[in-house]
Nanobody
Framework: QVQVVESGGGLVPFGGSLRLSCAVS????????MRWYRQAPGKQREFVAL???????NYADSVKGRFTISRDGAKNTGYLEMNSLKPEDTAAYYC?????????????WGQGTQVTVSS
């Protein structure tokens, strides 16, 4: 199976920056899509950004222009560069990967990393 591990979260001041990482390991043929989601206390999990195997990206309107998603195929690692952070960005951030294995198309989630932005 595939293991997904996020890291890089922490406490930052308003306007600060953080870089989250998503390391993928295990058995898979290729990663099709890597997505970041976030979930604030008392709220539903929401989409943040995605990047495809071809490098296409998409962002939630709330983070466009501030967040940048990227991936290093050789390292099977994805990144979420977050700039100009606001208190409303405070949430647990989760990485989701859609990957190929034995002719199938599967999903796996990480355990999340907490991002807290102080006002």
């Amino acid at each position: 199976q595939v293991q997904v591990v996020e890291s890089g979260g922490g406490l930052v001041p308003f306007g600060g920056s953080l870089r989250l990482s998503c390391a993928v390991s295990g058995s898979f043929s290729r990663i099709y899509v890597m997505r970041w989601y976030r979930q604030a206390p008392g709220k539903q999990r929401e989409f943040v950004a995605l990047i495809t195997s071809g490098g296409s990206t998409n962002y939630a309107d709330s983070v466009k222009g501030r967040f940048t998603i990227s991936r290093d195929g050789a390292k099977n690692t994805g990144y979420l560069e977050m700039n100009s952070l606001k208190p409303e960005d405070t949430a647990a951030y989760y990485c989701n990967v859609n990957y190929a294995l034995s002719g199938g198309n599967l999903d796996s989630w990480g355990q999340g990393t907490q991002v807290t932005v102080s006002s």
